[in-house]
């Protein structure tokens, strides 16, 4: 397994550090608003590299996915709406929660809000330590980390060490890259703010300490393996991170970085809730589109290229999911052939081809390239009538095992299983057809056909039957 450090810059070989338990961390959806599809961007990439860890490359996988649930951003919003925070909050959790499940994202193991007690008492507990080291200095109440006291500060990003102004104070909790300067880690308490007191002053945390505290207290000892999230993400906030970890343990604070390039829309503008020009999951689901399809869009281009979003590549999506879907009820009414020769090694080829894709970097464009070209030929076969009832079979547990990492077909499969209509409602129309065909009555079940696709269901007639399906 290979994998491309934002930290070394180049790809590296990949192995859990320790008990072949891989301990990967993401940076979670700051919950002020509904998360958008730029964000499920990253979350779907890092949906794919926890089910290639698992899936491809056999580890068994500990992963984190916390929730931000106080900052300016939460705090501000929450204030807004006049609602308490944790009110405020849980609502976007839950959206979250939902969102995720439609596109299919496998749960992670935990899930933290900062604001957890056990999260809290971690971040100061951290904040103490960095105090101990010499890290610190209070001002007004706040604590600051002093960035002239690490050397290696900068160095996931790649910062001019001349350009850092240490000793000048950044109080916001996101800041731009020419403000390499001193960050707060524990903000004074402000009148109208949530506040706490867990041994290093009244106040609330900053943004940075959140994640370096959760990290360590869920997956450590330092260093974790795998820390995940969106590139915007580098700096401020994951060089701050690896300051507040390294500064606090005098340890590595993640091996490997896994950034995960912008989502942009046609004109070329960033997604973003500051630009004001989003999507959310529920936009995209109102409009008729799939759950499936944004899947699949979504993953179709690698995690390290900038991904165009536009109505015309997520209809291109809709017809590869139906493409891939058919091709799988094709061979699930495979009856039997004559056997098509050299279909079993050429199953292997299609399975290794995958897997080998996947471990470079989960270079899942290639994956997919691998799977619809096997998709190809199979439907050729099914066309000739060369494939046997085991090789269909055998097909179909390729398909399903790419889908373990894919998650598409998975997806669409329980799009299906529900119908548009009320299920007893369309069993009484199609049976209806069935009935006007048998007394040759064609007008009449060509009338049936035509309100069923009006009403969002194609029939697909065929020697054994005919079969519905969503349109």
Known sequence: ?????????????????????????????????????????????????????????????????????????????????????????????????????????????????????????????????????????????????????????GQLARLDHAGMISGARVDSDKYEKEDARDFVLWKATKPDEPTWDCGVGPGRPGWHIECSAMALRLLGPAPIDIHCGGVDMIFPHHENEIAQAEGATGHQFARFWFHVEHLLMDDGEKMSKSLGNVFTIRDILDQGYR??????????????????????????????????????????????????????????????????????????????????????EANAAVDAGTLSRAQAEATLTFFADCDKVLGVIALRRQEESAPPIPQDELDALMAARVQARRMRNFAEADRLRAELDARGVILEDSPTGTIWKRK
Not at 78 to 93: D, N
Not at 100 to 113: I, Q
Not at 311 to 324: D, F, G, I, N, S
Not at 331 to 357: C, H, I, N, Q, S
């Open 291 to 376: 759950a499936s399809a944004l899947r699949f869009l979504l993953i179709s281009v690698h995690y390290r290229k900038q991904l165009r979003y536009s109505w015309a590549t997520l209809q291109q999506a809709e017809e590869a999911v139906k493409r891939l879907y058919d091709c799988v009820l094709r061979l699930e009414r495979v009856k039997d052939g004559t056997g098509a020769d050299g279909w079993e090694a050429r199953l292997e080829t299609a399975r290794a081809d995958f897997r080998d894709k996947l471990q470079a970097d989960v270079n899942v464009p290639g994956a997919l390239g691998a799977v619809f070209e096997l998709l190809r």
């Open 1 to 153: 397994m290979r994998l491309y450090n934002t930290l070394s810059r180049q790809e590296e070989e990949f192995a859990p550090q320790r008990d072949g338990v891989v301990r990967m961390y993401a940076c979670g959806l700051t919950v002020y608003a509904r998360g958008h599809i730029g964000n499920f961007r990253t979350f779907l990439a890092v949906d794919l590299l926890r089910r290639t860890l698992r899936h491809v490359a056999g580890f068994e996988v500990h992963h984190v996915t916390n929730f931000t649930d106080v900052d300016d951003k939460t705090i501000a919003e929450s204030q807004k709406a006049g609602v308490p925070l944790r009110e405020y909050t849980t609502r976007f959790i839950e959206a979250f929660r939902e969102d995720a499940a439609s596109l299919g994202l496998e749960a992670p193991e935990d899930t933290p809000r900062a604001t957890d007690q056990e999260n809290l008492v971690a971040m100061a507990d951290m904040i103490a330590a960095l105090e101990s080291r010499g890290h610190t200095y209070r001002s007004e109440g706040s604590i600051y980390f002093k960035i002239s006291t690490l050397p290696q500060y």
